[in-house]
């Protein structure tokens, strides 16, 4: 019989539920069917350099919650990134939920989001963090830390809005209850 220490199991469990949790967060429903989202897990090292992006980034701004965010990340085994492209899925004069008439009209604003691609980026993020909840690990979806991944230009595609999960099993959630 092995000893298998907690340690030891926690990383790579929630290894396993980062990986989960890319899955549920790839099969959610999307606009038309059209996939915009890009999506990616970060372990060992990586964090350390996206908590370090974060850093920067409190120091740039003079803004406390970024270093807040950073030392949480110091805290996780395993952090989520999601990610979405902006890009119209041609429903033109039937949706207009931008503002703008029809896509070409929108398209003439390409850092204006279609609200397609920003619904599909929660609805996945909606669906990876109800795995996490499903194996009681704590988590906190994080503005601050998709901001650190996009400034890291860790997507592989054009990748313009993003939100960090950042995920932990310790007797405390370091996510909630911060200075």
Do not use: W
Not at 93 to 111: A, H, M, R, S, V
Request: proline share 3%; net charge neutral.
């Amino acid at each position: 019989m092995a000893l298998i220490l907690e340690k030891e199991n926690k990383s790579l469990q929630l290894e396993d539920i980062g990986r989960k949790m890319m899955i549920a967060a790839r099969t959610a429903p999307k606009g038309k069917g059209k996939d915009t989202l890009e999506i990616i897990l970060l372990t060992g090292a990586e964090i350390d350099k996206l908590a370090n992006e974060l850093h920067k980034m409190g120091d740039a701004s003079n803004t406390d919650f970024y270093h807040r965010d950073a030392n949480n990340l110091s805290n996780s085994d395993a952090i989520l990134i999601i990610g979405t492209e902006i890009t119209t899925l041609g429903l033109n004069e039937i949706c207009q939920l931008c503002g703008f008439d029809n896509c070409t009209e929108k398209e003439k604003f390409p850092n204006t989001p279609c609200v397609f691609n920003t619904a599909d980026l929660n609805i996945a993020i909606g669906s990876a963090v109800s795995i996490a909840a499903d194996h009681r690990v704590d988590n906190r979806i994080m503005f601050s830390v998709g901001k650190a991944a996009l400034k890291r230009n860790i997507f592989s595609r054009d990748i313009k809005i993003a939100f960090g999960i950042p995920i932990s099993a310790n007797s405390k959630s370091p996510y909630f209850d911060r200075k």
